[in-house]
């Protein structure tokens, strides 16, 4: 079991920045890729951005390039999604996920194995 706590989250204003973390807990966290997701009211969860066990390799959907940046940390067990110009159709709870893989960096929230609770993030127009 991973255990997986976002924090960060909070009210901007269009063009400001906030960085969310994802505190992990349980198995060995390198062995995993992770992922951040958002939801917005009313419509789909959606991937954002995903970063392998090592943090070489990152993968952005292209609503958030060039403006978000992932990065983790395996020595303190946490990622972390800094998001920088926000809009307010940023406006979703965020979730960060964990999977399992050496090779992989799904987009697809069904192949993430853990999941934490997700944090608000709203921009104001």
């Known amino acids: 079991q991973v255990q997986l706590v976002e924090s960060g989250g909070g009210l901007v204003q269009a063009g400001g920045s906030l960085r969310l973390s994802c505190a992990a807990s349980g198995r060995t966290f390198s062995n995993y890729a992770m992922g951040w997701f958002r939801q917005a009211p009313g419509k789909e969860r959606e991937f954002v951005v995903g970063i392998s066990w090592s943090g070489g390799s990152t993968y952005y959907a292209d609503s958030v390039k060039g403006r978000f940046t992932i990065s983790r940390d395996n020595a303190k067990n946490t990622v972390y999604l800094q998001m920088n110009s926000l809009k307010p159709e940023d406006t979703a709870v965020y979730y960060c996920?964990?999977?399992?893989?050496?090779?992989?960096?799904?987009?697809?929230?069904?192949?993430?194995?853990?999941w934490g609770q997700g944090t608000q993030v709203t921009v104001s127009s």
């Open positions: 996920a964990a999977h399992s893989s050496f090779r992989r960096v799904p987009a697809v929230a069904g192949d993430y194995d853990y």
